[in-house]
């Protein structure tokens, strides 16, 4: 059994944070429904009566629906879950039948977009691990056993940059040509830069040899630094099923990238060539594969894929070293980087930048490069803070705090400013979520919430307009762009931990919580919780419950994956009832509000919130001191309870 603690200070006043927080979970409760009932069939399927020409599309699919299970798993309605698992079975039936899937996986695709398209199975595993296990272990099998042809264990590399299911679907395209549109060429350029001679006459896009046969022969084949995201699939796989052979994989596959960059300086290549070589295919280039550091993205795939495998491959063998996969080019981009107004940077993705920036658009302030090619760093933009918070988040290291407060002090605006906006990865707040973590914006709470109710409201509004529109193939990205459930502040607020990396990564998270009485995860109705501070040694939480007649009761885990164990914890008491007054007392006078401690040597802690009640928690925690895993306190009681 797991210790169990009583709340005993008085909800008098509810914090704004409490009531706000209750707000958002009731508001997302009306738009997911609204968002099925308008935008969504019977079996779950997305209403889209066109084709796909192409093979891009599988990830617009499943995206609209990622963080579904995940507000579930927050404390979203009962039947969230089921309605999040009804539209993963709808959206497959529907990509099956345009041709997209083989056995319900990607026939073969980028690793930048199957990491999307993956997180809302990572969801459900995390939420209905015994219902989803087996498709899990199916898809990574697809990687760890190389009789599927997308593994070479001999050279450690995945062997094509377009893999998944059929191994028959090579190339990077259908076509002759790569289906490049004008806009993109214009936002991003062109792949293998060097190709055509300085000053020579751009060709047409389908006659470019830039992005046909040339593509096709040294970027179609072999593996590339966005393939890594794959650790991810393997590591859920090993969460689910605790299968040495899915731990194996990753230090392999993962190791041997950790190599590569070791050998290349620190900076991780983004291309192997199929005979084990790095840019064997590029006239020995360590940059220029397929989504690599030259085309299109660089660091904004290069770098989520890497922190997706350097965490896969720490929490199955325990050794940390693995993020040197990370922190070397990290590093080495932050010291190319430049002082400058984003309205003078040459990045190529400005539509990212500017509702995140704002009114800062022309502030001057530290720019990174994301890309590189033979003239050197290019493409600047701010740094994107999800993969230096996932670091520290993970590490609670003095050196990966200090080099988030370096790029606090070099930014020009001010890292407390929460705006309203919502990105496609349904992040991009990690700055004033730091700040809030740091002490310098106690008011953080209740601007997030605020922020989250709006982007709900507004796309709740988009909904209402493009409801009835017969959507073309062109513009499919609608539905994600009208998707109303927001868990970004949720996942700061209540789990202390950062959104998830969206390439693929699975969540971290300093807490999670049981509803004790409903036996599933996630806060109970009418409680609200706000992670103060995650330090491992003090790692601060209050639990409200608004509730003026009803006790809940709530169970606190370690980690997302009860990996951390709960050494003590320090909680709030109140054991003197005199403030309440006497019969005839007009009012009331303060509670007064001692400490307690208790010992508690698990990942769980049960806490009992009578009617009106709240307690501040006040955990020390030893991080990573179990293996990552599915199970549920519950499971643990029915174990304790067999016969």
């Known amino acids: 059994m797991h210790p169990v603690i009583s709340a005993s200070v008085p909800l008098l006043e509810p914090p704004g944070w409490a009531t706000a927080q209750r707000e958002l979970f009731d508001l997302l409760d009306r738009a997911w429904r609204r968002f099925a009932r308008d935008f969504t069939g019977p079996d779950g399927r997305l209403r889209y009566t066109g084709e796909l020409t192409s093979r891009d599309g599988v990830d617009d699919f499943y995206e609209v629906f990622f963080n579904w299970p995940q507000l579930y798993l927050l404390g979203g309605a009962d039947d969230l879950l ?3 698992e009804q539209h993963w079975e709808g959206v497959t039936r529907q990509l099956t039948e345009l041709g997209m899937l083989k056995d319900e996986y990607e026939r073969g695709y980028d690793w930048f977009h199957q990491g999307e398209s993956l997180l809302l199975l990572y969801f459900l595993c995390m939420a209905a691990p015994d219902r989803w296990a087996e498709r899990a272990q199916r898809f990574a099998d697809l990687y760890v056993d190389p009789v599927h042809g997308n593994y070479d264990p001999d050279r450690h590399i995945i062997r094509r940059p377009h893999n998944g299911s059929d191994p028959g679907r090579d190339g990077l395209s259908d076509g002759d040509a790569y289906p490049w549109l004008p806009k993109e060429a214009q936002m991003y350029g062109f792949p293998l830069g060097w190709i055509l001679p300085a000053g020579a006459e751009q060709p047409p896009l389908d006659a470019d040899p830039r992005l046909g046969a040339e593509m096709r022969r040294r970027m179609g084949d072999g593996d590339t630094a966005v393939n890594l995201s794959a650790a991810g699939l393997v590591l859920n796989a090993w969460i689910l099923s605790g299968e040495q052979r899915y731990a194996d994989w990753i230090a392999e596959y993962v190791g041997a990238w950790r190599e590569r960059a070791a050998a290349n300086g620190g900076l991780l290549p ?3 060539a199929p005979d084990g070589t790095v840019g064997g295919l590029l006239d020995g280039r360590w940059y220029g594969g397929h989504y690599g550091w030259s085309w299109p993205h660089g660091w904004y795939s290069v770098g989520h894929a890497a922190i997706v495998a350097a965490l896969a491959g720490a929490a199955v063998t325990g050794d940390d070293s693995y993020l040197d996969l990370v922190r070397p080019v990290l590093d080495e981009i932050i010291s190319h980087g430049k002082v400058m107004a984003f309205t003078e940077a040459d990045s190529s993705i400005k539509s ?3 509702p995140q920036l704002a009114e800062d658009v022309s502030v001057p302030t530290f720019h990174v490069p994301f890309r590189y090619e033979d003239e050197g760093w290019f493409d600047y933009n701010p740094m994107l803070m999800a993969v230096p918070t996932a670091l520290w988040h993970h590490t609670a290291s003095d050196a990966d705090r200090a080099r988030i407060e370096r790029l606090r002090a070099a930014a020009g ?3 407390r400013t929460v705006r309203s906006f919502r990105s496609k990865e349904e992040a991009g707040h990690e700055e004033p979520w730091l700040a809030f973590l740091a002490g310098d914006d106690p008011a953080y709470p209740e601007k997030i919430l605020a922020a989250a109710q709006a982007q709900v409201r507004h796309r ?12 073309p193939e062109a513009d499919i990205h609608l539905w994600q762009q009208s998707n109303p459930v927001v868990t970004e502040a949720l996942v700061q607020l209540t789990w202390g931990g950062p959104q998830v990396v969206y390439n693929g990564g699975l969540q971290q998270a300093r807490v999670r919580y049981h509803d004790a009485a409903a036996r599933r995860p996630g806060l109970p109705a009418g409680v609200a919780a706000l992670v103060s501070a995650i330090d491992p040694d003090a790692t601060v939480i209050d639990l409200v419950n608004l509730d003026p007649e009803a006790a809940r009761s709530v169970i606190v885990q370690a980690g997302a994956f009860s990996e951390h164990t709960i050494r003590s914890v320090e909680y709030s008491v109140c054991e003197d009832p005199s403030w309440i007054g006497d019969l005839y007392d007009y009012g009331h ?19 009992e919130l009578p009617r009106s009640s709240t307690v501040r928690l006040t955990l020390q925690l030893g991080l990573r001191t179990r293996p990552p895993s599915y199970r549920t306190p519950f499971d643990e009681q029915s174990q304790q309870d067999a016969p």
């Open 82 to 84: 089921a309605q999040s």
């Open 589 to 607: 006078t303060a509670p007064t509000v001692t400490a307690a401690s208790a010992v508690v040597g698990g990942p769980w802690l049960q806490v």
């Open 413 to 415: 605006y001010d890292w």
């Open 270 to 272: 983004d291309n192997v």
């Open 352 to 354: 990212k930048w500017i």
């Open 460 to 471: 709740l509004s988009r909904m209402e307009k493009y409801c009835d529109w017969d959507v």
